[in-house]
């Protein structure tokens, strides 16, 4: 009963079953909705009213509190094993409608500056061209095996999902216990001997804290999602050996994917990698104030010009849909350009440079964050009268988020507000450092001075209450783990956390540790 570009969501536990679901929305003519089921219960129904899904196939049963099961979309379960729904017979050559170029394929969701986050709507020939350009470009074929190692509701799941699909090499798929950003993703690579697979930066980063060990099997490593710099590579490239080339591919989820890429030499470029250059059939501009093209080695915002772009905003503030304008330079009204708010310049050799964001959006373990959404979702808090949100850097050159808060006295603690962003935001959109000021600094004109707030790093450390002895055993190993993956010389029983310097990338390899130690899986809610 599906008609063509209705919203099918998909959901359940990483498995066969569920990438099988979500591969036949797009293929019946339905418009794929990647739903994770962890994430908060007000952010999933707050993508669940914007998308309106008509469908929603889930890998095994969802819990009876599932925030969307109240929206009016039809809940079908599938098979996590086989991907078949109960009572409905399998059939070798199943009857697709015809869909062309222009129809929607996919909806994502990222933050977005209205507070609530936006969805982007993607089409089937955006999807296919870049699809097309990656098998010619890196040659995969049959003997290849691809890993979907990113997050299923992340737009990179696109192409590791796709990828072997349409090339006619081996899709493999980690079971739901090997978390991405494991310490033991390098051992699944070496023991399912694979050939491709795309990480986002930060994830690889965690990688590095297993054991070393070559990887023999490896052709490419597609690196894309934030920033790559030259020390990662080499340090990944003495970790982990292997015979197979590094590619910085960039490009937002607007247009589809990927726009332009970079082949890593043996010797890095110093610094940032370069994002390279633009991919067949598109055109990546640098354009300087009034929109003019700007020289090589001039700086400005960066623009792509594709007819592979997405079809577009749902749910997106006007100045957010405005990133989508008419060219310039054409004088057609078709020729629509997407204004990335990257900051970049073209060097001498051709290659595109980052040089980072004209505004305050950041990407963090590869994820999209507007501070305005975190900021929206801090005033909700019944004691908070005033705050703002920024990105700082700290003395590694990581990006976090620093929240400056104006509260009434003895009302709220660090600890009630990162409880109550976490039920509500993805975990890696939670401050990593909080400051309570008497009142924020304004500027004449009565906004925020944001160069007047105070410096702030991420607390390390606790007091002598938080540096109490281990009771027990298990309170033993479990300090341990806190020790290891923190880097730190002792945890006490009260230390939080967040204290000693622990953020969401960190809790999901803690959290991957404890499950090897215990037995028991645990939410990142409980860590909060």
């Not at 008509?54 to 809940?75: E, K, T, Y």
């Not at 849909?321 to 990257?342: K, N, Q, V």
Request: one cysteine or more; aromatic letters at 8%; glycine letters at 12%.
């Amino acid at each position: 009963g599906l008609r063509s570009g209705a919203v099918v969501g998909g959901a359940g536990r990483r498995s066969f079953g569920r990438v099988a679901a979500m591969a036949a929305a797009p293929l019946a003519g339905g418009v794929l909705f990647p739903v994770d089921p962890a994430l908060p219960a007000d952010r999933i129904r707050g993508m669940f009213r914007v998308a309106r899904p008509r469908f929603l196939l889930s890998a095994g049963s969802l819990p009876g509190d599932f925030p969307a099961l109240d929206s009016g979309a039809r809940c079908i379960g599938v098979d996590p094993d086989t991907g078949d729904p109960p009572g409905v017979p399998a059939t070798d050559a199943p009857e697709f409608p015809v869909v062309r170029p222009g129809d929607p394929a996919y909806l994502f969701f990222t933050s977005g500056t209205t507070g609530a986050p936006k969805g982007i709507l993607g089409c089937h020939r955006g999807l296919a061209h870049y699809l097309a350009w990656e098998a010619a470009t890196f040659r995969v074929g049959p003997a290849d095996r691809v890993a979907l190692l990113t997050g299923l509701s992340f737009d990179i799941m696109l192409e590791d999902l796709f990828l072997p699909l349409v090339t006619g090499a081996t899709l493999c798929l980690p079971g739901p216990d090997l978390a991405s950003s494991s310490p033991d993703v390098p051992a699944w690579i070496r023991r399912e001997r694979i050939t491709l697979f795309n990480a986002v930066p930060s994830i690889a980063e965690a990688w590095l804290a297993g054991p070393a060990g070559s990887l023999p099997s490896l052709r490419w490593i597609l690196f894309g999602g934030e920033a790559l710099r030259d020390s990662l590579v080499r340090r990944f490239r003495a970790a982990h050996p292997s015979p197979g080339g590094v590619a910085n591919v960039y490009g937002p989820t607007e247009t589809t994917i990927g726009v332009s890429f970079a082949v890593i030499p043996d010797e890095p470029f110093e610094g940032i990698q370069p994002l390279g250059r633009p991919l067949p059939d598109t055109q990546v501009l640098v354009l300087s104030e009034g929109r003019r093209l700007a020289g090589v080695g001039e700086a400005g915002e960066i623009v792509i010009r594709t007819p592979f772009r997405a079809l577009g905003y749902i749910g997106a503030s006007p100045a957010e849909a405005a990133r989508f304008f008419p060219s310039p330079f054409s004088g057609d009204p078709e020729d629509i350009l997407y204004a990335t708010g990257d900051r970049g310049r073209f060097r001498p050799d051709g290659m595109l440079e980052f040089l980072g964001r004209l505004d305050d959006q950041v990407k963090i373990h590869g994820v999209r964050i507007e501070p305005e959404e975190v900021a929206a979702a801090l005033a909700c808090h019944p004691a908070v009268r005033a705050c703002v949100v920024v990105p700082r850097t700290d003395s590694d050159g990581r990006v976090f988020l620093a929240a400056f808060v104006v509260a009434a006295p003895g009302t709220a603690t660090e600890d009630d507000l990162r409880l109550h962003l976490s039920q509500r935001l993805l975990p890696s959109m939670v401050p990593s450092a909080f400051a309570f000021l008497p009142s924020l600094p304004l500027l004449p004109n009565g906004k925020v001075n944001r160069r007047a707030l105070p410096d702030i790093a991420p607390r390390r450390g606790g007091g002598a209450e938080a540096s109490r002895a281990p009771r027990d055993e298990v309170e033993a190993r479990l300090a341990a783990l806190f020790e290891e993956c923190l880097g730190v010389r002792t945890a006490g029983v009260g230390d939080s956390f967040f204290d000693l310097g622990g953020h969401s990338l960190l809790a999901v390899r803690l959290f991957a540790r404890i499950r090897q130690a215990f037995g028991r899986e645990l939410t990142l809610r409980a860590l909060f």
